[in-house]
Nanobody
């Protein structure tokens, strides 16, 4: 069955870095968008970064210049390098897969059908 498994979360001090990984199994999402989302305490789930089947990457405004989204191994791994972390980046981070539309990846979480269990990132 389809599995998306995130790892790499943890606790860091402000200014530090973390590298999140999403391992995909059970399905080849070659034509899908792969997205990273996060949800902080009392906040709605928001898009962090999305990568399309053609490799096009989009970022949330807060992630631009600090986070880097990439993929490896024919999309069986999706990575999120996070630098210059801030306390407001504290959240549960999720990996997700969705079909996209019109050749573009959606930034809203409700467009994504497959989700991992999340990995916690805490910045103090």
């Amino acid at each position: 069955h389809v599995q998306l498994v995130e790892s790499g979360g943890g606790s860091v001090q402000a200014g530090g870095s973390l590298r999140l990984s999403c391992e995909v199994s059970g399905y080849r999402f070659d034509s899908y968008c792969m997205g990273w989302f996060r949800q902080g305490p009392g906040r709605e789930r928001e898009g962090v970064a999305q990568i399309g089947s053609d490799g096009t990457i989009t970022y949330g405004d807060f992630a631009k210049g600090r986070f880097t989204n990439s993929q490896e191994n024919a999309r069986s791994s999706v990575l999120l390098q996070m630098n210059s972390l801030r306390p407001e980046d504290t959240a549960m981070y999720y990996c997700a897969a969705g079909a996209g539309g019109g050749g573009m990846c959606y930034k809203k979480s409700f467009h994504y059908n497959y989700w991992g269990q999340g990995t916690q990132v805490t910045v103090s």
